[in-house]
């Protein structure tokens, strides 16, 4: 004799939030009588994440006696409502920074594909005058005979600098 309450029984399976979830409902009778349902639940994410904390712009002085500056700053950071995949950074504090403007930037991805980047400048200043060594004396030369001027010649001076420098001069 058979019966007539059925057991209900199901199994879940899923990857990841958004992938959604496939869950198979089994009915199962006294008699062994079975039914199967799959069920498919679609789970939508438009939300996307959100970063906090992020640098303001960063002006700096270049190192001494470099072409850059090593700049240092706290990390923004990242949360999601679902998970987040990957926070990503094209810079990282403590990099070092060539003289002139940078753009930082970071990239929070959740699993769901839903991404927010956020950036900040970073300028390095080249404050450091260039030095010039081996400058000649002042000189006084004679006229040529018969002449209002004479060929005077010395040997040029030579320029050093952080990062580049070019040497000018009135006469040659």
Not at 61 to 86: E, H, K, Q, R
Not at 135 to 152: F, K, L
């Amino acid at each position: 004799d058979c019966d007539s309450d059925a057991n209900v029984s199901y199994a879940e399976t899923s990857s990841t939030t958004c992938a959604g979830l496939v869950r198979t409902w089994v009915a199962v009778d006294d008699c062994g009588n079975t039914t199967t349902h799959v069920q498919n639940i679609t789970v939508t994410d438009t939300e996307d994440p959100v970063i906090s904390g992020t640098p303001s712009d960063i002006t700096q002085t270049a190192d001494a006696g470099d072409c850059g500056a090593v700049v240092t700053w706290t990390a923004p950071t990242a949360t999601d409502n679902c998970t987040l995949d990957t926070f990503t950074s094209t810079h990282n504090s403590g990099d070092s920074f060539d003289v002139g403007t940078t753009t930082v930037s970071y990239t929070a991805t959740d699993d769901c594909g839903n991404s927010t980047t956020t950036s900040f400048d970073i300028t390095i200043t080249d404050d450091e005058a260039p030095t010039i060594s081996g400058m000649p004396a002042n000189m006084t030369q004679t006229a040529d005979a018969g002449e209002c001027d004479t060929a005077v010649t010395w040997a040029a001076p030579t320029t050093a600098d952080n990062c580049s420098a070019v040497m000018t001069s009135t006469h040659s």
